[in-house]
């Protein structure tokens, strides 16, 4: 039973209250006509799209709800497809380790996530073709530009040319970028990117192979290194000038060691999570929801670390 704010459950005899969270309201409006937003990825536990969605979604009564869905990467492609064949589907939220199979797996790419090769969001066309966007790059410019920091004619080094990291590459050389260093262990990976950014944008100077991070006036750890305390760091950080800015992608630790270390020597830095909050908007538009603000997100979201 419901009172107020709390449940009221019975156990072994005992009364319980328990106090409603927002999340806990977003799953009463679940009903026939609820629409899925499919979260798909493998590790499932990573994930803080559904805790600041739905929070939203019942705040603004839409009949939504973000699912996650862990999928490991043998499975994807038919899960992709049989997901699409869902009548309620609004659309689909891609994560690691999927991004850059998207891409080969829908039917129609933006400019941006040819650029890129990697896609974060999926929807079906009215003539039921699956349609892939990314929103990761944009996310990560914009909070940026929310902190001040002005891209045109800078210099970034990006570390990690994978799906988020080749994403930023690409919103950071449209925003006119002057020069883009890259740097990954996977060889086949890094020059890819490097090859697609100089295709694309030929006036963008395009270096790659090193992470000493000086002279840089971004710097973007796009990988899973230096999240905690005792890890391996991305760069040498005592090679990082104070007037640097330091960005992060990783979203499961929200100061992680190396933003710490970056903080040390007297760097801004944006997390991870900031990149997440600033594509929300964007995702809402393109699944046709009402949008929304950062802010308004951040007031109503129940993230946790």
Not at 34 to 56: D, L, Q, R, V
Not at 183 to 209: A, C, H, Q, W
Not at 253 to 278: H, I, N, P, R, Y
Request: aromatic share 8%.
């Amino acid at each position: 039973m419901i009172i107020g704010k709390y449940l009221i459950i019975i156990i072994k005899g005992r009364i319980k209250f328990l106090k409603l969270n927002k999340q806990f309201v977003s799953l009463k409006m679940i009903n026939g006509d609820t629409e899925i937003i499919a979260h798909i990825g493998f590790p499932t536990y990573t994930f803080k799209s559904p805790m600041i969605y739905n929070p939203y979604f019942a705040k603004r009564s839409i009949n939504a709800v973000v699912i996650p869905m862990g999928c490991q990467s043998h499975d994807y492609p038919d899960f992709l497809r049989s997901v699409f064949k869902l009548t309620n589907i609004r659309g689909a939220l891609i994560t690691m380790p999927h991004k850059v199979t998207t891409v080969n797996l829908v039917d129609e790419i933006t400019p941006s996530v040819r650029v890129a090769g990697a896609c974060n969001a999926v929807k079906k066309s009215k003539d039921g073709k699956l349609q892939g966007d990314i929103f990761d790059g944009l996310g990560f410019v914009r909070g940026l530009q929310r902190k001040g920091f002005e891209v045109n004619g800078k210099s970034v080094l990006i570390v990690g040319s994978g799906g988020v990291g080749s994403a930023i590459a690409a919103s950071l050389a449209s925003e006119k970028i002057s020069s883009i260093g890259l740097y990954d262990i996977n060889t086949k990976s890094l020059e890819s990117l490097g090859k697609r950014l100089m295709d694309n944008f030929p006036k963008v100077n395009v270096s790659m192979g090193s992470n000493n991070p000086e002279g840089y006036d971004l710097i973007v750890n796009a990988t899973p290194l230096g999240m905690r305390e005792g890890d391996t760091m991305p760069l040498d950080v005592h090679k990082i000038a104070p007037e640097s800015f330091v960005g992060e992608v990783v979203l499961k630790t929200e100061m992680t060691a190396f933003l710490k270390a970056a903080q040390q020597q007297g760097c801004k830095v944006q997390v991870g999570s900031d990149m997440l909050f600033e594509q929300i908007p964007l995702y809402l538009n393109y699944f046709g929801f009402e949008s929304t603000t950062p802010a308004e997100l951040r007031s109503t979201a129940e993230v946790e670390y």
